[in-house]
């Protein structure tokens, strides 16, 4: 049976509890078996909290990103439910690859998903320069993808997913490929952007670093067939910002968390050996 580790202990954290946000989505036990027998998750009980950022860390191939097909349907579970509190939300996805239109501009690319919903251009121009705001690309509505950096087409991917108002935003690994400095920028941006948006995100990455500056919570997930091994709640303030990378708390989580990684993976976290 799966073991949830939990961070910081039930009345051990230096600060007080903070109230726990309604379930919005459950995994009750689910198994993920595919048609090649591949069995990518086994018994997964995972919560999705309404309004929190949680982020889903794990090894390659441990199931992440079939947690998030699950969550929209995309893919049924062959064991196990998922109860939802509520209808099942609108979504918005950010990929690891921006995947735009190369001949399109970035108001037209952002207009995409609308534009599928049979929104027309002109009415959804309000949403559209919203988004655009929000990643602080407005200067930019004209311009065509070629003529951006990886971070800004990353911020166009980004407005194309909030452009819906999404109740759920699920980001797979959306910075794996961008550059440290790119990545910590954009890390520090999703933080501002996340504390004025109304949604629930579940990201998924495989950075110790980027899950603990970002989430309010860690669901770390056990290799092949994926499950929950370990649950961490990051104590932070309510806005993220450079100065939290600093601090203490930060140093420390990142260490638990990197513990309940090489846990999940059978390996003696580096912490151990060194002792
Ligand atoms: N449609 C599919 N058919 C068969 N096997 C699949 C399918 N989708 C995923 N898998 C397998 O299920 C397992 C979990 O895949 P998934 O992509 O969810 O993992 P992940 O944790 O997101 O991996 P990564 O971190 O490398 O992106 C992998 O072994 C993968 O090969």
Redesign the pocket.
Known sequence: MTKIVTFPSPGGGASPAKARPPALATFRKVDKI???Q?M?LSGLDLEIRTGEFLSLL?P???????VLRLLTGLAEPSRGEIVWSCERPQFGFVFQEPTLMPWSDVFTNVWLPLRLAGVSKEKARPQIEEALTQVGLSAFAKAYPRQLSGGMKMRVSIARALVTRPQVLLMD?PFAALDEITRLKLNDDLAELQSSLNATVVF?T?SVFESVYLADRIVVMAA?P?RAFAEISVEAPPIRSEGFRMTAAYAETCRRTSAALHESMGETPASELSQ
């Open positions: 595919f048609k090649n591949v990518a794990g390659s191939g441990c199931g992440k990103s079939t690994e998924v495989h092949r994926g």
